[in-house]
């Protein structure tokens, strides 16, 4: 079955430091995509980062990064130089052949001065 | 807006009333999809529609919840004979294709008395 396992419920990082947030996957499926989601306080769900199960090289938006590694499935988001803005709920979701997105338990990221 | 819109932005009735809750996706988006997320998770699929036509109605609960989009834009999910535990936050997202990212809106946060 298909799954999305993000086993920090918390993380903190300081103020221009980079953070590593954990997803690993579980598919049968040959396709799918993976992708990182960010839900501020103020509820609303920004989509960060996209990684197809084809691309041969890692994605990357501005600071974040996608660190894919298909063998340990495992889709890590790096965010570099951290802000205080970035503190919020982080998702990670997976599309398999369905279309539909699963979505993970969620980390909490706090970023301090 | 450029953004999915969703209406009412709250909702609160009482137990045994049905509910209707709308989705203007953003212009040109082919596919819609509906979640549900409770408070401290991820959301979880309910329905999506590519065009007019409902391809996977697999996530919702049971038949008192049901799906339209009968022009191929706005989209309603309606909830029949409410009960306490349908209270949730329902997002709705769209994007240009079904292998494209999806963007959420600001969801519709329902609270059954």
């Known amino acids: 079955a298909q799954k999305i396992t993000q086993t920090q419920p918390g993380m903190f990082v300081q103020e221009k430091e980079a953070v590593t947030l954990d997803c690993t996957y579980d598919?049968?499926?040959?396709?799918?995509?993976l992708f990182w989601y960010k839900q501020p306080s103020s509820g609303e769900m920004i989509f960060l980062i996209y990684?197809?199960?084809?691309?041969?090289q890692n994605a990357t938006e501005g600071r974040y990064s996608l660190n894919f590694q298909k063998a340990r499935k495992s889709a890590n988001l790096v965010i570099s130089a951290s802000q205080l803005g970035d503190s919020a709920m982080y998702f990670c979701?997976?599309?398999?052949?369905?279309?539909?997105?699963?979505f993970g338990t969620g980390t909490r990221l706090q970023v301090f001065p | 807006g450029a953004g999915v819109s969703q209406s009412p932005r709250y909702k609160v009735t009482k137990r045994g009333q049905d509910v209707a809750l709308r989705c203007d996706p953003i212009?040109?988006?082919?596919?819609l999809y509906w979640y549900r997320q409770a408070l401290g998770q991820g959301p979880e699929f309910l329905t999506y529609?590519?065009?007019?036509?409902?391809?996977?109605k697999s996530g919702l609960p049971n038949d008192r919840f049901s799906a339209e989009r009968p022009e191929g834009s706005i989209s309603t999910l309606t909830i029949q004979r409410t009960e306490q535990r349908d209270s949730a936050m329902y997002r709705c997202?769209?994007?240009?294709?079904?292998?494209?990212?999806?963007?959420f809106g600001d969801g519709t946060r329902l609270s059954i008395l």
């Open positions: 529609f590519n065009y007019e036509a409902q391809q996977d």
């Open positions: 212009s040109g988006h082919v596919s």
């Open positions: 979701a997976m599309r398999d052949g369905t279309d539909k997105l699963i």
């Open positions: 598919t049968s499926d040959p396709s799918y995509g």
């Open positions: 990684q197809g199960s084809y691309d041969q």
């Open positions: 997202a769209s994007s240009p294709n079904p292998d494209q990212p999806q963007h």
